[in-house]
């Protein structure tokens, strides 16, 4: 996306970054070039090359996971190591040796617990525990490297593993990916580790176990009725690819490779192409996973990561990925995921159910994708290399976290960083400016200087939020309008213990009922879709946005039209047609803020100084609320608003195991407590067309809350169930949300729409441009009457739009019922 320009007094201010406690010396800047070269597959064929092409792939693999043992020289990763063979300390020293008969581990027993689930997931947690001290086994640095008896007792493991837990002809119990999916990567992983240490017959007996519960990565299970899509077809094809080559099987690394085009079902479920529905990459940057959800922070990386480690694992080899479609994934890199990375981390709006794990939290998954980046890089080539190495030197320069040994990555990966930072050639990429709109997923995310922002909005078409497994169990509301605000001030604020202690019926931006709600813990899987069809919106010229919903809540009990318009410094919220039958209070959510215990800023209600701390009393608010150094909140009068508004300090208690006790991704029982700023919309008992209208100045400084508050450069113009509209007077900028066709002969504030559609006009001084999409999907072609606005011909427009009139102005939109907008510009 290219950024866009925005006024002088808009402009992100200069911070140069200062690298000097960063610069690399000349001898740990060749290491580090020459480590990343060979760890992407595109070191010179000699750095690897034998006789033998699969030993050849098996001593790539292995410095893929283990790096060449320059990272022992790599002052900047020394305290990474020193936690790896902390780990690796404590994990070795709890392991039962010899093997155990009914585990490897106290903690985790795979006999006699009456529950085969979590046998199961007891059996994936060891291999995951095994790799780890393979892991640091293999890696120079570490204080495990190369040690003996350590390497004897994960051979009697691997054994014992083999032949009681995980072997060929079990009945495949409890939940099926780690049995498909995790097992068999970690098995082949540990195999090349240990390679030259694993006897033969183990690794022949491991390796059979994977092929006879994955025989064929195109497919789930041992039969062909259900095709394996995204994440899940990445994760079998890299695994196949290494059971090949631990196996001698060159047939199994075709057959892997393959898979990725997914040749024997024509390409239907290629990774390398574009969809239309269900799962996989859109045209227009949207990535779903498990039919439903928009899901590139979480599978999203998972299948870039493992794309990119397959085509550097094969690069230059006989069994090279060859597709042509990869451009597809090497353009995914800007358009789907770099819009959801903020300063390295990976916004929750698209990570599904793992916002509920305590070790892969925001920034976790954003160096996730920062290293799998950087891993496609070398072997894609110019523009991409470039382009790529600029937005993650980028990243790193903002993130407000470690730059080198990345939490939750391998020292190998840690040394891609490394050599990004080092390369002087490339400059950092500056911080995001732009608005995009993404309507096959129902997102839009817009970034400025002070603030980026996303909403969390669900239809028929996508869900609501995904339970499963035991995990995300408290994520009822988290598709009904949750609205993140990401500020530099608090980099944390999703990330620091934010999911498990807070108000899970009070997440920003959301309408709901005190109704109260069950937890999801239990077996299985789930992705409760929405009611409505309106949902979605649009983007004008890459720098406003529009969102909107047509609510309807989990049991019907509560409907009310939402929209959240997007603007230069600031985010205009409304919500109409409050209405509930439930018999339990109605309220939105404007913000819950989290701090920790005891720093809550100073807060001004009506520009009035507060001092609130948890447990004081709510305090009543009229026109405006400002946490200092985080941003300001102004309520506007207008159509169908009503209810009381109130600011409180609320401090909250939680853990993480509540919210996710899954077997692998489970977390601590250690009571957590945090500080919230909850500001909070009441609308009472059963509601009949009740609604709110607010700004939100995220990162603002109280002035700009204070002069808005006083005078509000927003008009609000429509705030009911059909319409709502806004205009910012400065801009010459209209923007609404119409959920239904207008009344004949009743316009709205001068607009007529025929139907539900997302409507964007920019009035300038020699020209008018509007934009429209249809949320619902449900009309082709749209037509709207724009009443007074004065407009002569068509200078530019996208093909489908046709201009009907001019007095008054009316135009056609032939639409491509995906919720995408069209846009027309008009000289005057």
Same mark, same amino acid.
């Given at each position: 996306m290219t950024p866009i320009t925005l006024p002088h007094d808009l402009e992100a201010p200069l911070s140069p970054f200062d690298l000097s406690p960063f610069e690399l010396n000349r001898r740990t800047l060749l290491t580090l070039m020459g480590a990343a070269a060979v760890f992407a597959g595109t070191a010179p064929a000699a750095a690897?090359?034998?006789?033998d092409p699969l030993a050849d792939l098996i001593a790539r693999r292995r410095l893929m996971l283990a790096g060449d043992g320059s990272a022992a020289a790599v002052p900047e990763l020394a305290e990474a190591l020193k936690a790896m063979s902390g780990s690796a300390a404590a994990t070795w020293k709890s392991m039962i040796t010899p093997s155990g008969t009914s585990g490897l581990w106290a903690d985790l027993p795979l006999a006699g617990i009456g529950s085969a689930a979590d046998a199961t997931g007891n059996m994936g947690v060891s291999f995951n525990r095994i790799y780890e001290l393979a892991l640091a086994y293999s890696t120079a640095g570490s204080e495990q490297h190369g040690d003996t008896p350590l390497a004897e007792d994960l051979v009697s493991a691997l054994s014992y593993l083999s032949t009681t837990a995980y072997k060929a002809g079990m009945r495949a119990?409890?939940?099926?990916?780690?049995?498909?999916?995790g097992v068999p990567r970690r098995a082949a992983d540990i195999l090349v580790l240990l390679h030259d240490l694993v006897p033969g017959e183990l690794r022949t007996s491991l390796m059979a176990a994977a092929r006879y519960f994955t025989p064929d990565p195109n497919w789930r299970g041992r039969g062909t009725g259900f095709a394996e899509t995204g994440a899940n077809r990445t994760d079998k094809a890299l695994s196949c690819a290494l059971r090949g080559i631990l196996d001698g099987r060159p047939d199994e690394i075709a057959l892997a490779r393959d898979a990725l085009s997914d040749t024997v079902g024509g390409g239907r479920n290629s990774v390398f192409g574009y969809v @239309?529905? =269900?799962?996989?990459?859109?045209?227009?940057?949207?990535?779903?996973?498990?039919?439903?959800?928009?899901?590139?922070? @979480?599978? =999203?990386?998972?299948t870039l990561g493992g794309i990119a480690e397959i085509l550097g694992l094969l690069g230059g080899s006989g069994w090279d990925v060859t597709d042509p479609k990869k451009s597809v994934v090497l353009d995914a890199v800007e358009a789907s995921y770099a819009p959801f990375i903020w300063n390295g981390r990976m916004m929750d709006a698209v990570r599904g159910r793992a916002v509920s794990r305590q070790k892969n939290p925001d920034y976790v998954d954003g160096a996730a994708a920062l290293t799998a980046i950087l891993l496609l890089a070398p072997g894609a080539g110019e523009p991409y290399r470039g382009r790529y190495l600029a937005l993650v030197k980028g990243w790193l320069q903002r993130a407000s976290l470690t730059l080198y040994g990345l939490l939750g990555q391998s020292i190998a990966k840690s040394l891609l960083v490394t050599s990004a930072l080092a390369d002087t050639a490339v400059a950092a990429a500056p911080a995001p400016l732009y608005t995009k709109a993404?309507?096959?997923?129902?997102?839009?995310?817009?970034?400025?200087p002070a603030f980026s922002s996303v909403v969390n909005i669900s239809s028929k078409r996508i869900g609501r939020y995904e339970w499963g497994n035991f995990e995300n169990n408290l994520g009822w509301y988290q598709g009904d309008g949750m609205t993140f605000y990401y500020i530099p001030a608090a980099p944390d604020q999703y990330s620091a213990d934010f999911w498990p202690t807070v108000d899970p019926y009070r997440l920003p931006g959301t309408t709901v009922t005190a109704e109260p709600r069950v937890s999801g813990a239990a077996n299985g899987t789930g992705i409760p879709r929405a009611f409505q069809a309106f949902a979605g919106g649009l983007d004008l010229d890459g720098r406003w946005g529009i969102q909107g919903m047509d609510h309807l809540n989990f049991n019907k009990t509560l409907g009310a039209r939402k929209s959240w318009f997007f603007l230069d410094d600031k985010v205009v919220c409304l919500g109409a047609g409050i209405t509930s039958a439930s018999g339990h209070e109605v309220f939105t959510?404007?913000?819950?803020?989290?701090?920790?215990?005891?720093?809550?800023p100073e807060i001004r209600t009506d520009s009035r100084n507060r001092v609130l701390a948890a447990g004081s009393a709510a305090v009543k608010v009229k026109r405006s609320v400002h946490i200092m150094g985080h941003g300001g909140y102004v309520f506007l009068p207008g159509e169908n608003v009503s209810g009381d508004i109130d600011v409180q300090v609320i401090r909250r208690t939680g853990d993480w195991k509540t919210i996710n006790s899954g077997s692998d991704t489970g977390g601590s029982d250690e009571v957590k407590t945090r500080d919230y700023v909850t500001i909070t919309h009441h609308h009472g008992t059963n509601p009949q067309g009740g609604g709110y209208a607010y700004v939100a100045f995220p990162g603002a400084e109280h002035s700009v809350t204070f002069t808005e508050s006083d005078e509000p450069t927003i008009e609000v113009l429509a705030n009911n169930a059909v319409a709502q509209m806004i205009r910012d007077g400065s801009q010459g900028l209209l923007l609404a949300n119409f959920f239904a066709a207008t009344a004949a002969g009743q316009p709205v504030q001068g607009v007529t729409s025929s139907g539900p559609c997302s409507l964007a006009v920019h009035q300038e001084k020699d020209r008018v441009t509007v934009a429209l999409s249809d949320p619902s999907r449900t009309q082709s072609p749209a037509q709207v009457t724009l009443d007074g606005v004065a407009a002569n011909a068509v200078v530019e427009s996208d093909p489908g739009v046709t201009l009907l009139s001019t007095s008054p102005l009316t135009l056609e939109f032939a639409l491509d019922g995906h919720g995408h907008?069209?846009?027309?510009v008009l000289s005057r």
């Open positions: 690897v090359a034998s006789e119990a409890g939940n099926w990916w780690f049995w498909e999916i @239309t529905s =269900g799962d996989g990459f859109y045209t227009d940057g949207s990535f779903v996973q498990h039919s439903y959800l928009p899901y590139v922070g @979480t599978y =999203g990386v998972v993404f309507g096959d997923q129902d997102r839009l995310v817009h970034h400025r959510t404007v913000d819950n803020r989290s701090f920790a215990p005891g720093t809550v907008a069209k846009r027309v």
